[in-house]
């Protein structure tokens, strides 16, 4: 059974930092590209950032320089540290992972991050 688990979300004042991660079990880990993305209350989820197999990134503007996606395929862990936090930056964050070589795409439930003061 594939999971997919996030944690590390909360509540932070603005310009504060969270480092959220995301386990993986029942996949080969390392070779599935994965995302980070976002859904903010009312708006559509938004794909935040990307490593691939071979760890190059990605990232939306909007996060680029305060973000940064990395993983652990010892660990089967990706991470997604968010610096310099904005209120525009609360959303449920989820992770996701797919492969060419399977049709499916995984996903977490989400972990809840809220930037305010």
């Known amino acids: 059974q594939v999971q997919l688990v996030e944690s590390g979300g909360g509540l932070v004042q603005p310009g504060g930092s969270l480092r959220l991660s995301c386990a993986a079990s029942?996949?080969?880990?390392?070779?599935?590209?994965m995302r980070w993305y976002r859904q903010a209350p009312g708006k559509q989820r938004e794909l935040v950032a990307i490593?691939?197999?071979?760890?190059?990134?990605y990232y939306v503007d909007s996060v680029k320089g305060r973000f940064t996606i990395s993983r652990d395929n010892a660990k089967n862990t990706v991470w997604l540290q968010m610096n310099s936090l904005k209120p525009e930056d609360t959303a449920i964050y989820y992770c996701?992972?797919?492969?060419?070589?399977?049709?499916?795409?995984?996903w977490g439930q989400g972990t809840q991050v809220t930037v305010s003061s």
């Open positions: 996701n992972a797919d492969t060419v070589s399977d049709p499916r795409v995984y």
């Open positions: 029942g996949i080969i880990f390392n070779i599935y590209t």
């Open positions: 490593i691939t197999t071979t760890g190059s990134t």
